[in-house]
């Protein structure tokens, strides 16, 4: 199985699960694609943005930028991140940056590389112009449960809910985010650390190691997993929380830290 891999970033979750898939029976790695930047901004664009501010509060946006540590840096704590980039250059892997995710230079590169699935790890929007040139289309990892937790950051929207347990979704990219039908799905207790931002952190790293772990069943079992994909029921939308929403994630997060031990 040929795969290729697009992605935003050379570390996170790429720099994770590359060097497991390369090491895979069955799964070669066709090329991995980097976005190096923002699509072109189109008036819409900007509005979504402001709308979004408007909703969450300065507050929010300003704490949403705080958090970003919390799924970057902090992870590197607990699981081995590697640069994808230094990776494919070890293994002479074709590793090309794009200016964006969705521009004319992915499509060409999608084509060129000949692979039978694209898979998507950290990424937005992705049209149909890119994920539909692989023979099998596009997987995406989702680091939370589908179809409750639509576009949501990992654990804290559990949190919110006053839900112990977060999890990852593998599922087929369609013409919306995280919709696509669902290929695996794994819930995985949350462990409880003294700290939010290491309790988010710590789970994050876990859940890595966890989707990892899927997609390698999926590869291995890929008929059995693709063509039995189940489509998601009525979603659950989440974004950045807004500052009340982030202090009630705090006092859940105490009060189920307590609960559990």
């Known amino acids: 199985m040929k795969v290729i891999i697009l992605t935003t970033s050379e570390y996170g979750t790429t720099g994770h699960h590359l060097p497991v898939l390369y090491g895979a029976a069955g799964i070669e790695i066709a090329m991995v694609v980097v976005s190096t930047g923002p699509p072109p901004v189109r008036k819409n664009h900007r509005i979504r943005r402001l709308k979004k501010v408007f909703k969450i509060g300065p507050l929010g946006a300003l704490n949403g930028i705080k958090m970003r540590k919390w799924y970057n840096e ?38 060129e590389s000949g692979a039978d699935i ?19 289309g596009m997987l995406n990892v989702h680091h939370e449960i589908l179809p409750q937790y639509q576009n949501a950051q990992s654990i804290i929207w559990q949190l919110y809910n006053g839900s112990a347990e977060t999890g990852y979704t593998i599922h087929k990219i369609d013409k919306n985010i995280d919709t696509g039908e669902i290929v695996l ?77």
């Open 185 to 261: 799905q794994e819930k995985v207790p949350i462990v409880f650390r003294s700290t939010l931002d290491d309790t988010v952190a710590f789970n994050y790293a876990r859940l890595f190691d966890a989707s990892v772990r899927g997609l390698l069943t999926v590869f291995a079992h890929f008929d059995r997993y693709f063509f039995n994909a189940k489509p998601q029921g009525k979603g659950g939308h989440y974004t950045t929380p807004s500052y009340p929403q982030f202090l009630k994630i705090k006092r859940q997060f105490n009060r189920l830290k307590k609960e559990k031990g």
């Open 74 to 111: 902090d992870v590197k704590q607990y699981c081995t991140i590697e640069s994808a980039r230094m990776f494919c250059e070890k293994h002479n892997i074709p590793f090309r940056n794009v200016p964006y995710t969705n521009s004319e230079l992915t499509q060409q590169l999608f084509r």
């Open 118 to 136: 694209g898979l998507s790890l950290g990424n937005g929007y992705i049209s149909a112009r890119v994920f539909g040139i692989p023979r099998y």
